[in-house]
C-alpha cells in the first residue's frame, strides 16, 4: 500500500482530496474552544455515497481516524480534528433528492445547507422547522448529527422530531437504510434515533429523509420589555400559564441588549433592562398574541405594539446574534436547559455566580424550551494571560452547570457534548449509563475510527 | 433454590404472585390473534421498583424469560406469554408521582393509565397528547413499549415526542435513568428513544418523565360524506395543499360506516359511502375549519353544519371503535403506513385485492399520518374451519403488505412487531439492519430473558 494520501487518491480522485497547509487547518476545527489542536492527515470532500463508503473503508483498513463534517458550525467540538485523523467533509454532497409536497417530505444529501432546504421548501408552502442559529450555513447533516435546535423547537420540534429515515455508512463502510418514509413507523429499534445526534461516532449520515410543517400563514412578533432579566423570565411562565404555545419565546439580557444595540446602532438598552420576544403563528396567530399580550402587560412588561417590521428586525437581530463573536479562552458560551419552573431560579443563580467570581455574563435562552445559552468573559489586558481571570472564568462556568444540574436540568439543550463537553458529562449521566452507550459504540465502531473522543 | 413460584414469592410476597390458572390463562395474551399460546408459570404483580427488580433478578439467576405487561391491550402479540415464562404485570404500579403545571412534565409510574394522566392534566389546561384507541384502558409503559400513536398524531407527534425521560430495570435487575427532565437534551446517545417501541425486550420501562402540551381552548368538528372511499382520500391531500394541521383526521369506508350503524342505530351510512372526520383545535380552530369545509365541498363532499354535539359524537364512535370484536383467524386488522400521496392508490389497491381474494374489507384510517387499518374478514360458516377461505384471507392480507411496502409503506404504523408481524418484517427491513438490531438486543439482554422472541 502508498501512503494513506495516495491511497485516498486512488480511491475517490485527486480533486477531492486536499493536503493544502491553510486548508487542513481551516477544516481542523469547528466553532468551538479548542482543547487540543490536531492536523488532519488530509481533507476529502466527499461527492457521493460511494465516495463516503471509499473513504471509510480505506480508514478502517488502514486504523485511521475519520471525522465527518457538515458545514463546521459546532460549537462544542464535535467536528475538531483528532490525532492523525481524515476530515471528511459532506459540503458537496447538497443536492435536495426529492421534494414532496403531498407527502411533506424532502429527501436530502447530507451537505444541504437548512436555509437551502427551507427556500425549496417555501415554494410549496412547507418549511423545515429546526433552525438552529446558524440555518443559514449549517447542513442537515450536521443538524442531524447533534440533534439540533433552534428558535421554534417548543413548538414544532428538534432535528430528531423531523427525521424519518436515515442512510448511514457504517464504520466498515457497508450502507444500511433506517427508519420509514411515512410520518409514523414502528418497526424494529429506533436506530435512526441513535444515530441522530451522535455525532458521526456511530455512522456517517449520507442521506436523509425529513419531514416537514406548514408555512404559517400569519406570524404575530410581540417585544415585551421588563425593567430586569428575572420578571422576564417569569414572563416566560405566565405566557405558559396562559395556555398559549409561541413559535419562538426567546428572552434576551441586558448585556445582550447592549451588545446588540453597539452592533447595529438601536436603541434597545434604553427600553429596558430585558426583552421577551415571542412570535405565535398559525391560523391563530392574532388570537394568541393578544393572549400574550395581556399576560405580559399585567406582568410589568412593557409590550410593544410596534410595527410588524421593526420587531420582525428584533427576531432578525436575535437569530443572527450567534457568530458576531467566536468562544475563545477568554470568552465561552453555555448550552444548558433547565425545567421551565425553574427558569427565574436559574437565571437568579447566573447572575449572583457572575458577580461572586467577577466575571461578566450576558444571556440570551429559547426560553419557552428552558434552553439557556449564558456567555461568561473577562476582558483582555493586553496580550498576556491573566491566569487569575481565566480561572475565575473557569469557576463560573463550572458552577453554571453545576447549578443547571442542581435544578434537574442538562448540561447541553441543544449544541451536543463534542468534545469540549466531555469533561461534565459524568456530572450528569451515572457510571453504568455512560458504559451502556461505551458498549454501543464498541458495537457499531470496533476499532474506534469513527469520530473518537467526542459525544460520549 | 426452590421451585421459581417458591423463589419469586420470597422475593415480592405472596400477595403480589398468582399461579390461579384461570388467571394465568387471562395473562397469557394481549388482544393480537394467538399464533402460539403459552401458559406462563406465574403472573407477578409488581407493586414498586424493588419489585421489579427483585423479579428480573431472579429470572436471570434461573434463566427464565419475563414478559413484561400493561392492560394487555396491544394488537400484535407483544405480550403474549412466551414458553415458560414469568409474566411481570405493571398495573399496580399506577401512581402520577409528578406533575408539574409549570413545567409542563409528569413523572409517572408505568401503570398509570392514559386517560387517567390526561383527566389529572386536564385539571391545569394540560393534556398527555398520544391518544391509541385504548385510551381508556392502556397504560403509559405499555405506550411506550408500543410507541404508541392514535387519532392526534399528526398534530401532537407519537408517544416517542413525548417522552423526555425513562426509569428502566435492565437484564440484570440494576436501574439506569435516561433522558433529561427538560423539553431539549442532548447529552449522550438516545437512549430514551432506543427504549421507546422495544417492546421490553431491551428493559422494563418502571417509570417516566412525559411532555404535556396545552388543551386547546376551542375544537371544531367537521363531518365529510363522500360518495366512495377514494374521493374522501382525495380529502386528505387536499386539506394538506390548503396548508391545515388538523388534529384529527380520520378517514371512515362504507363497511365501517355501516357497522357503526349497526352498533349505534346511527344512519350513516345513508350519507355517504365514505366518512372524513376532521378536527382542528386551538386558538385557530375556528378559521381552520372554515378553510376544511370549503376545500372539501370543492373535492365533492357534503360537508356537515351540523351541530358541534353530533360531530363530536360521531368523534367519539369513531374512538371507540376499537374493541368492539377482537381479531381472530376470521378477522385481521392491520396497520400499516404509507407516504400520504399514496393514500388514494393504496385504497384503491385494497379495494381491488378484497375483491380478487373474495374477503370482506372495511377500513379505518388515521389518515393525516397516512396510517391505515384495514380488517380483513370472512364469514365463518357455522363451526368447521374453511380452509380455501382461510388461505384466501391470509392471501389478501400478505397481498396488502406488499402493496404497502412497495408504494414506500411501513407494515406497522402504530402497533408493532409484537409476535404477530415478525413474518414480515423481513420484507420492510434488510438483512444487515435486522442484525445489528439483534446485536443491540444482545448487548442489552444477553441471556436473552426480556421478552424473547418479540419485535426484532
Known sequence: MGSLVEELVGAIGSGRVSTEEELLARYAVDQAPIMDFQLPEAVVFAGSVKDVQAVVRLCAALNVAVVARGAGTGVSGGAHASRNCVVLSLERMNRILELNPDDETAVVEPGVINADLNEAAAAHGLMYAPDPASFRSSTIGGNVATNAGGLRCAKYGVTRDSVLALDVVLADGSLIHTGHQTFKGVAGYDLTGLFVGSEGTLGIVVGATVRLKYLPRDVHTIAAFYPDFRQAAAGVLAVGRARVQPAIMELLDGGTLAQLDDLHGSDLSSRGRSLLLIQTDGFGAAAEADVVRSVLAAGGATVSTESTAEAEQLV??????????????????????????RLVDYVAALEDLAATHGVSLKVVAHAGDGNLHPTFWIDRQGSAVDADAMARLNLALDASIEAALEMGGTITGEHGIGQYKLRWLGLEQPEPVRELQRRIKELFDPAGILNPGKAI
Do not use: W
Open 316 to 341: 432578525e437581530l436575535r437569530r443572527n446574534s450567534r457568530g458576531v463573536e467566536v468562544d475563545d479562552e477568554y470568552r465561552v458560551g453555555e448550552d444548558v436547559a433547565v425545567p421551565r419552573s
